[in-house]
């Protein structure tokens, strides 16, 4: 006969529990994946795309990445001049219009992102794409809900699966501070 102690805790769960337990999972997936890329090439899944988009982009301004982006362009400034010193990015002033000031990807960028994994965003929108249109609707649906009983609302949040702040890379699990991008 089954032990039937081990059946006890899976009867006596609420469904509010497995929600909560499948939501702690969903932070631990982004949170493992994201030290990951960190210790992998020292950048967070946001500075990574950012720097995605420079180099897709070309010569650009910190404004036209910050819409491209979806972060503010203090966000992005900030990100920026911590890329520019560890050398994977320059800026200079344009030639047309001294006010604005342009960036680009360095070879030293390009290899980072050359080296870097697929980010856990892209697996999930491929995965996501492939859900029939009523799935995805549910999904979101149940998400917003969600978002509002927990009085999210308010919270500012840019399309990346990220738990640390946008512009600062989360501590490696070993206690040292990473490489500030």
């Known amino acids: 006969m ?9 009867i006596n769960r609420t469904v509010s529990d497995s929600v909560m337990i499948a939501l ?11 030290k ?9 899944g946001p500075q990574l795309v950012i720097l995605q988009e420079i180099s ?13 982006v979806s972060l503010s362009q203090a966000t992005v400034t900030g990100i920026l001049e911590r890329m520019e010193k560890r050398g994977l990015l320059a800026r200079r002033r344009s ?20 080296d870097a994994p697929p980010l856990m965003q892209e697996a999930f929108i491929e995965r996501f794409a492939n859900l029939q249109e009523w ?13 509002s009983i927990m009085d999210a609302k308010a919270i500012q949040a840019a399309p990346f699966l ?3 702040p946008i512009d600062n890379p989360v501590a490696k699990s070993d206690g040292a501070a990473p490489p500030t991008p």
């Open 135 to 147: 799935e995805q609707t549910m999904i979101l649906s149940s998400l917003q809900r969600l978002v």
């Open 95 to 114: 030639e047309r219009d001294k006010r604005r000031i342009m960036v680009r990807i360095t070879r030293n960028g390009q290899q980072v992102l050359d």
């Open 162 to 164: 990220e738990t640390s």
């Open 2 to 10: 089954p032990d039937s102690s081990a059946i006890v805790p899976i």
């Open 36 to 44: 990951q890329l960190i210790k992998r090439v020292g950048l967070t």
């Open 56 to 68: 897709r982009m070309g010569e650009v301004t910190a404004g036209e990445i910050a819409q491209a």
């Open 24 to 34: 702690r999972k969903i932070i631990q997936a982004i949170d493992t994946n994201s």
